[in-house]
């Protein structure tokens, strides 16, 4: 759920497959590290490596494609338990792993297959490489020297950073506010034998793993197209001018709008109608814990890393335009935001048994059964509504091409050519493949052709689309034109196939198509003709 894939969900399954049969990306490129070029607009690599294990047991699929996706977030609920265990204690990790359980942007990022989807597993894995190293956020001088832990610390971060570009944006900005906040502590530990190794140790070992990909932003423009597409700034401005922009997307992040009104109002990332990231319960505790934040950040180690992350989680989404604040980008607060909850209602219980026995358990059950109220009616709404309208299903989940192509896989051998719709999906060769789970050593043999958008209608601008491979051919503009023309005066009788829209081309008015879908209203949505040619 939702059925079909999202064209970006539809790219890293591609680019994975392509991978684990070929040992290249879908351009031909051998086992990249930095980037995969995909629609020709690169992005990371990191998810299609985690999907590798999994499509070698079940192949290529709209479940397997997700599975990396929904096993990061069952990591995620352990890790932050864990974390926020570490930090404030058992009853807060509990909270906290409840919560990110049921979160609503939680549930949504964690059930499709797009890259962004590990960002909470991402940000909580160095948070607790650091923990877990024993390295020196505390003032005190009885830290064990752990030369394995530091360096494992340093290549988990470093890792983490080839994920989804948010992280690689946040974790160092994180990690230098960390270090400016807590660095009398630092500077006390560095002045130890044990604290100065495990420093260098986590240096080093951060500088090996994250280095090259450092270096690759600065000497390759590539890495960088996919955000420069996106800059909140325009070419032209001025420094002062850019700076303005880039804050004004901040205190957002904080705000009711994104977090509880309304989210992300792109529709492929929107949550469900009058609902934002959080429920509304949260704000309550996010506030109460705001408190015990401010009352404690001088004296609490803990608090100030939880600070800090609350501080600096929207670093990812402040250099990028967008239809609202990015759900995608800002995801590295999610974690943090939830443990904030979390922090705020424990110490709101606490206080609560210790002070007001006489109405405590009133209290409780009111509250519970509030919470227990709002948890069951966003659920109600995500499962049983929300992904089931025929737009998400055939425009941005394609799940009717699919199904097309499903049908046209037994037949590919016998046929000449297929002509294909590009009405109201994205890329949909990259559907059609999926579709017939298609050889991708055949794609890398097939005669492919790509065209640089944007196209004259204005799709696909700073991207790249394909129009033909082996025997299809996508109705893109007129770049079909001239096989149809080809097939229609070689003087022999062809076996082509079409899956169009209804009224396209107007094929229903001179054949009956042999197969009809429609979306979940009863209504045609894709035709498929068999004829002669």
Known sequence: MPPGLHVDEAANAWNAYCLLKTGSDQHGVRWPVFYL???GDNRSSLFAYTLLPIQAIGGLTVWTTRLSAAFGGILAVFFIYWVGTKLFGVRVGLAAAAMLALNPWHLQQSRWGHEASLVPILTLLPVSALLWAELPFKGTLNLRFQPLKAALAGAVIGICCYGYPAVRVFLPVFLVALLVVSW?????????????MASLLLILSLAATLGPLLWKHLRDPEINKRARTTQVWANSDSLGTRIHKV????????????????????????????????????????ILGVVVLFKTFASSWASRILAVWLITYPVGDL?????????????????????????GMIHAGQWLWLRHRNGRWIVVVVVTSAVVALNARFLD??????????????????????????????????????????????????????GMQYDPGQWLRDQREFVKGPL????????????????????????????????????????????????????????????????????????VFDGQL
């Open 247 to 286: 804050l004004d997307r901040y205190p957002g992040h904080f705000g009711l709008d994104f977090l509880f009104l309304n989210g992300d109002k792109d529709i492929a990332l929107s949550p469900p109608p009058k609902t934002g990231l959080f429920l509304w319960d949260s704000i309550v505790w996010m």
């Open 381 to 434: 709404t995500f499962y049983r509504g929300f992904y089931q309208s025929p737009d998400k299903q055939n425009v941005l989940y394609a799940d009717d091409l699919l199904k097309a192509s499903q049908w046209l896989k037994p037949q590919l051998s016998s046929a000449e050519a297929v002509f294909c719709t590009s009405r109201m999906i994205a890329h949909p060769y990259i559907y059609t493949l999926i």
């Open 319 to 343: 250099l990028h335009q967008h239809l609202s604040l990015h759900s995608l980008r800002s995801l590295p607060g999610l974690c943090a935001l939830v443990l904030l909850a979390a922090l």
């Open 456 to 527: 004259a209608n204005g799709d696909y601008a700073n991207e790249e689309e394909c129009v033909s491979y082996g025997k299809l051919h996508f109705i893109v503009g007129a770049f079909h034109a001239a096989a149809l023309r080809r097939l229609s005066n070689n003087d022999r009788s062809d076996r082509v196939i079409f899956i169009v829209r209804p009224g396209e081309l107007e094929l229903e008015n001179k054949i009956r198509p042999v197969q009809v879908i429609e979306d979940r209203l009863g209504r045609k949505s894709l035709l």
């Open 37 to 39: 070029r995909a629609f």
């Open 184 to 196: 009398g502590h630092w500077w006390n530990q560095l002045k130890t034998y044990p604290g100065m």
